[in-house]
């Protein structure tokens, strides 16, 4: 096909009809496929392209790999083939504009602008999931339907990896300019002016890209990868929110030099745009790509955390009007609600203050855990906005009873609602103003966990609820109940299960001599939660099951979905009656449909059935849930749940016991770099992760790096958890494997022996001390040491039948009897 040919009438199996446009890597055609019965985008790359054979094999596979990414943000590749001389890509047709032309035709408001760049940004971070590298993000490249939402489109540059960043450079340009020129009438030289930059500069047989938007390290040829695309990202977003590109200059040299010198100007002193934003940008636009953000998911993390108002996502649990409810709306007149409504702001006095916050930072430096300041930074963050949240929320349901605009009974639901959040929060404080170090490891979880402020404007779910018992007394007794329940909760949230249990197995005496149902759902729910942190799944599900059945009964949705969730996963890995796990899918699904939250519980259930798949063996379906999970939380407003990094971590830990080291390493190292986000970069969350990445590393032949990686863990755990902890284990017994695989005997005879001396100090028999005790009897083989080496694996096999993995134990006696010498018939 030559370059000039006229509009093909068929490309593939699909029907062309008509021209939509025409850049650098091709033309672009709208199609009909009539198999499906649907509209196409038909892009059919340039002949020119793809005379290297090597390139048009690089397209092939990238295509591919963008063919098998499906996200709601990403434009949908459905097919690739050839087309004469060419290739062409069958894509979803969108009925849209670019993000430019989309901001310019309306105004709009920064909140509309943000969220539409940030839905763009999901889907370029989900590309960076899937290994792949746009290298050409900007406002062209982003389509926004007249529903609102934004797709990636035009992967052209796209790189599987980082390490092949200039192989199309010669050929990859736009509308052809002159080399030091923008084009004349598209920019403003004066920042204050408005006019938008063209997004139409390329230079031709430098670089590739679009050197508006442009990261530093494609200007000035260094290695390209994800974090290129953050920065461009950012550069995006900087346009869109303020008007204006950061970098003005009338040549290529002129916006190289500005990008060198890399200070972002900030926007002017009238923007309405919040500040704490132009620090997440400023961070995004950093020289260097070690000093941007981890990943472009923490980058938009971080954008959405917004610390005024911010919904909590955790479970609802609906409706009973207690003692918190006498908070008196009827005591003045209209004329005198609005005042007394501003006495919102000071309700949380004795709660969440700057006394109780000080006591909170007295007890976490107490701790002395080297992740304590971080802990403390996030957790403070969190009540801050809990506690705006809840006074905003209080004085609104001030202000409707001030107004008529609800009825009494709806103001006296929502009144004790935000009374038993009040009492939730209190519980906490009270808790961690008395942390110890494993109460500041979970702080920042519990404080996501704390139950959502938004329920309590949910009108169907208050109304649909139990009512109260009718006695006074009655009510009071119910109300302390889940006062104690709310504690119970926080001790499950903070990691402290055997106090947790004590308190709620006492709830539950006093919760069934009262007879109030609801009470006895919730605190059933606790003690399930309790007692799966326990290890005790026989307790778990049973407790689950009783909140479930009475969940149902009173219409709380919410708690009977959480309780099949949790039970789906006791049932799968810990009771190993899996069937019977994933026979329960249908209904747990139907009771989280009721539940109507905002899509925590979906994630909950899915990753946990792709728990129960992944231990069935069932790889493709463990796959699927996971990435339902990570979807569904990647669409929750606020900071990133911390259960999105332990669903990355499944998936790595999936794909290791598969021996897929390449994807394994993918999702560990996301799942690290999440809990650094969330949890701060000395969390020991952020050192298991890095031995998840040392084991992939190591099975993937990469020694030296999983050396390095395994060191990094082990001295962060040290750190954390003390020199004698189980958690050591892994990276220590990861480290003798390298050693001995490098030769280095000595180094990993000292691994090996440190992991069992630990391990038999802790009275422990696990898989990894029976792979140690393996290792030491490999190294003792090798050095002649027969009697030796067979005692090793004898103890291993020992390790390996009490763990109740028979056929590693069978291995390791064979290899004791190999050599002992014993005779063959006893083997």
């Not at 049973?542 to 709380?556: P, T, Y």
Request: proline share 5%; charged share 25%.
């Amino acid at each position: 096909m030559s370059e000039s040919q006229a509009q093909p009438t068929a490309i593939g199996p699909f029907v062309v009809l008509r021209k939509l446009g025409e850049g650098a890597m091709g033309v672009v055609y709208a199609g009909y496929d009539l198999a499906l019965d649907r509209k196409v985008a038909l892009k059919l790359v340039r002949p020119s392209l793809l005379d290297n054979e090597s390139v048009r094999e690089r397209m092939i596979r990238e295509a591919q790999a963008m063919a098998r990414l499906s996200h709601p943000h990403v434009v949908q590749v459905y097919q690739v083939g050839p087309h004469e001389r060419s290739l062409y890509m069958a894509m979803e047709y969108i009925e849209g504009e670019t993000l430019g032309s989309w901001q310019r035709a309306h105004p709009r408001t920064w909140p509309a602008a943000l969220r539409t760049v940030c839905d763009a940004g999901r889907g370029l971070a989900a590309a960076h999931a899937a290994g792949l590298v746009h290298r050409d993000f900007k406002p062209d490249n982003v389509l926004v339907d007249a529903d609102g939402r934004a797709r990636v489109v035009d992967f052209g540059l796209v790189q599987a990896g980082a390490g092949e960043e200039r192989e199309l450079e010669d050929e990859q340009t736009e509308e052809p300019v002159e080399q030091s020129t923008l084009p004349m009438g598209q920019v403003s030289g004066e920042r204050s002016g408005g006019v938008r930059w063209s997004a139409r500069l390329t230079r031709r047989g430098n670089a590739l890209g679009t050197p508006l938007y442009m990261s530093p390290e494609q200007h000035f040829g260094q290695p390209v990868g994800p974090w290129s695309d953050q920065y461009s990202f950012a550069l995006t977003l900087y346009e869109a929110l303020y008007g204006e590109h950061p970098f003005c200059a009338d040549s290529w040299e002129g916006i190289r030099k500005q990008i060198r010198v890399g200070t972002v100007p900030p926007p002017s002193p009238g923007s309405p745009v919040p500040w704490r934003l132009f620090k997440v940008i400023q961070r995004g636009l950093a020289y260097r790509p070690e000093d941007r953000w981890p990943s472009l998911a923490a980058m938009i993390a971080a954008l959405e955390h917004d610390p005024w108002r911010r919904p909590l996502a955790v479970t609802a649990v609906v409706g009973l009007l207690g003692l918190a409810s006498a908070i008196s709306y009827t005591a003045a007149s209209r004329s005198q609600e609005a005042p007394r409504c501003q006495a919102a702001l000071h309700e949380l006095a004795g709660v969440w203050d700057r006394g109780r916050a000080d006591a909170v930072a007295a007890a976490f430096a107490a701790t002395q855990a080297q992740f304590a300041g971080e802990a403390l930074e996030r957790v403070t963050g969190r009540l801050d906005d809990y506690a705006r949240s809840w006074t905003d929320a209080s004085r609104e349901v001030c202000e409707a009873h001030a107004v008529g605009s609800q009825t009494g009974r709806m103001i006296d639901l929502r009144s004790a609602c935000l009374g038993r959040r009040k009492a939730h929060l209190a519980a906490l404080v009270d808790v961690l103003a008395a942390a110890d170090r494993d109460v500041v490891e979970h702080a920042v979880q519990a404080a996501a966990a704390l139950p959502s402020i938004g329920a309590c404007s949910d009108a169907e779910g208050l109304l649909g609820g139990t009512a109260p018992p009718d006695d006074p007394r009655a009510a009071a007794r119910v109300e302390e109940l889940r006062t104690k329940t709310a504690r119970a909760a926080v001790l499950e949230a903070t990691g402290q299960f055997e106090p947790g249990l004590a308190l709620v197995a006492g709830v539950r005496s006093e919760a069934d001599a009262v007879g109030y149902g609801p009470a006895i759902a919730e605190a059933a729910l606790v003690e399930g939660r309790l007692q799966v942190g326990a290890a005790d799944p026989a307790a778990a599900e049973a407790a689950l099951v009783r909140a479930i059945r009475l969940g149902i009964a009173h219409d709380m949705h919410a708690v009977a979905a959480e309780a099949a969730a949790l039970r789906i996963f006791v049932l799968g890995e810990g009771l190993n009656r899996r069937a019977e796990a994933l026979a329960a899918e249908v209904f747990a699904e139907a009771l989280v449909e009721r539940a109507h939250d905002d899509g925590r519980l979906q994630a909950l259930l899915s990753n946990n059935l792709g728990a129960v798949h992944d231990l069935q063996g069932d790889i493709d379906t463990a796959r699927d849930y996971y990435e339902r999970s990570i979807a569904g939380l990647g669409r929750r407003p606020g900071p990133p749940d911390p259960l999105i990094a332990i669903t990355h971590n499944n998936l790595g830990s999936m794909y290791h016991e598969r021996g897929d080291f390449v994807r394994a390493r993918g999702h560990y190292e996301l799942s690290m770099q999440l809990f650094t986000a969330i949890l701060g970069d000395g969390h020991p969350f952020v050192a298991h992760a890095l031995a998840g990445l040392a084991d992939a590393d190591a099975g993937d032949g990469a020694l030296e790096r999983a050396q390095a990686n395994y060191e990094r863990s082990l001295t962060r755990m040290e750190a954390a958890y003390g020199p004698r902890h189980l958690y050591l284990l892994q990276p220590l017994t990861g480290l003798g494997r390298v050693h001995a695989r490098l030769g280095r005997a000595a180094e990993a005879e000292q691994a090996f022996a440190r992991a069992v001396a630990i391990a038999e100090a802790l009275k422990l028999s696990h898989p990894l001390l029976a792979q140690a005790l393996e290792g030491l009897g490999e190294l003792a083989a090798q050095h002649g040491e027969g009697a030796r080496a067979a005692s090793f694996y004898a103890r291993a096999a020992e390790v390996w039948t009490a763990t109740g993995d028979v056929e590693a134990s069978q291995r390791a006696v064979l290899r004791d009897r190999e050599l002992t010498g014993a005779p063959t018939s006893e083997r």
